[in-house]
């Protein structure tokens, strides 16, 4: 089954922005998108956000990297602190993002 969508895929063609047309069953099989999308990333696949809120930053970054998304801050311009437990989290736990998409967490100090 996975060898018919990996055929599907290299059949449609990529689009200028990356992505690549066909049709949602197509790209199903080939285990890259979500129902009803109809077009797909030959760089990057869909990944579920794990629950990161409560954690320790350290085991969520080890988290976050085997899930395939990066964390930032409210700011993605400053880095953020060594320590510290993750308060609120955006996107929530259970949405699915593009593989290396942000995760946007709060933290409060670390007792």
Not at 14 to 20: E, F, L, R
Not at 25 to 33: K, L, S, T
Not at 47 to 62: D, F, I, Q
């Amino acid at each position: 089954m996975l060898e018919a969508g990996i055929a599907a895929l290299a059949k449609s063609e990529p689009t200028d922005d990356g992505y690549a047309t066909g049709t949602a069953n197509e790209v199903n099989r080939a285990g890259h998108a979500m129902a009803g999308e109809d077009r797909v990333r030959h760089d990057r696949v869909r990944v579920l956000v794990p629950r990161l809120v409560g954690l320790e930053l350290a085991p969520a970054y080890r988290i976050a990297l085997l899930s395939g998304i990066a964390l930032c801050g409210p700011d993605p311009e400053q880095v953020l602190p060594l320590r510290g437990v993750i308060s609120n989290q955006q996107p929530t736990a259970g949405t699915t993002v593009w593989s290396g998409d942000p995760v946007t967490v709060s933290l409060t100090p670390s007792r």
